[in-house]
């Protein structure tokens, strides 16, 4: 199960990790015009649930990518990174959200023992991401003032962003990055 990394892993989550740190950099600006948009209404903290996804692609990507445990948590730890050096609004905070969210779906890598990198992985992969990154930011965020019913939708909110990021976008991903190297004769 612990496989010793390779200059090629190395070299490729440090990719990733650029280009999905200016990627969730970038998506801060969506994030604060979405939130003025839903401010008026009361529902502000939807903002964070549509986009969560979003920021937590990362994750399962490295884990398709580099078949070794631990690679979604150090991607999305990395991506984090260089959130934070590209000038993230959200500060070092941003390290221990990419923890916990890595972590989330590296455990659902781990439920199938890193055996299987498919849809039941990525599925596993996003309701870890969900369910500790929603305890997480239930505190941290305050979550808890909420009526339980709010908080249900947030949480179901949170789940949709996820499953459609980083199960069904790195699904699609993955299946075009694999067209590409049969095509490379790889």
Known sequence: ????????????????????????????????????????????????EVLFGLWCMVAPMSAMLIHKAGSATIGEVLAALAEILYGSQFGMSTLISGLIQGFGSELGFAATRYKCYDWLSLTYSAIGTTLLSFTYEYFKIGYYAFKPGFVLALLIVRFFSVFFFCAVLVKIIMNLYDKINQAAGK
């Open 1 to 48: 199960m612990f496989e010793k990394w390779s200059l090629r892993d190395v070299i490729l989550l440090a990719l990733l990790a650029i280009l999905f740190g200016g990627i969730f950099v970038g998506s801060g600006f969506l994030y604060n015009i979405l939130t003025a948009i839903l401010a008026p209404a009361g529902l502000e903290p939807f903002a964070n």
